[in-house]
Structure formats: structure tokens, C-alpha cells
């Protein structure tokens, strides 16, 4: 099992900057995708950035030029960089192992997740 454990969020102004680390259990880390989704209030949860084992990424539209995934396999860590950000960046972030669906109902042990807020 993945058993994320997410950290870096908090409170930021618009245009501001986080970084968003996830760690995750299992000797297997360097051969997964790695996903970075975030559900608003009220929203379906979205997948937000994604990194293959080949470090090949793709993200959302959204997100395209202002978000960075990247990944450390000696520490089993996956980190999302959020530059620019805007109120509607607003949500709680979680990261998993991306198994094909962009909303994550084919994945499975989801950790708290780390809450991003972006407001003046």
C-alpha cells in the first residue's frame, strides 16, 4: 500500500508560492506514477500533476506553467512547487499512485491530504 503522508500547506496570498511534499511506504516508489490531485469544496477530486517513473510529467490545463512536479526516489517523496497561485487553487491537496483515472477512484489508502488556501 501507498499510505501517503502529505505536508507543506497552509494559508498564502494570491501569486504567492508552495511547496507540497508527499512521502510515501513501499520499496517499489521508483517504478510508480505519481499523482497530485486536490477536491474543493463542494467538487469532484482532480488530478492535478502526474510524474511517471521515466520522470516523464503531465499536468492539467489548470495548473500548466505555474505547478512543478518533481521527485526524490532515495526518500520515497514526491513534491508539487505551486507558483502563482490563485484563490481558485483553493482545496485540499492529497498525492497517490496514479492507476489511470484522473479523479482517483481506482486508488486506494488515501492519506489526510494538506490544505492549500489562497486568499488576501
Known amino acids: 500500500q501507498v499510505q501517503p503522508v502529505e505536508s507543506g500547506g497552509g494559508l498564502v496570498q494570491p501569486g504567492g508560492s508552495l511547496r507540497l511534499s508527499c512521502t510515501a511506504a513501499?520499496?517499489?516508489?521508483?517504478?510508480?506514477?505519481m499523482g497530485w490531485y486536490r477536491q474543493a469544496p463542494g467538487k469532484q477530486r482532480e488530478l492535478v500533476a502526474r510524474?511517471?517513473?521515466?520522470?516523464?510529467?503531465v499536468y492539467a490545463d489548470s495548473v500548466k506553467g505555474r505547478f512543478t512536479i518533481f521527485r526524490n526516489n532515495a526518500k520515497n517523496t514526491v513534491y508539487l512547487q505551486m507558483n502563482s497561485l490563485k484563490p481558485e487553487d483553493t482545496a485540499l491537496y492529497y498525492c497517490?499512485?496514479?492507476?489511470?483515472?484522473?479523479?482517483?477512484?481506482?486508488?486506494?489508502?488515501w492519506g489526510q491530504g494538506t490544505q492549500v488556501t489562497v486568499s488576501s
Open positions: 510524474i511517471r517513473s521515466d520522470d516523464i510529467k
Open positions: 513501499g520499496n517499489t516508489f521508483h517504478r510508480w506514477t
Open positions: 497517490n499512485r496514479f492507476l489511470g483515472r484522473t479523479d482517483g477512484n481506482d486508488s486506494s489508502s
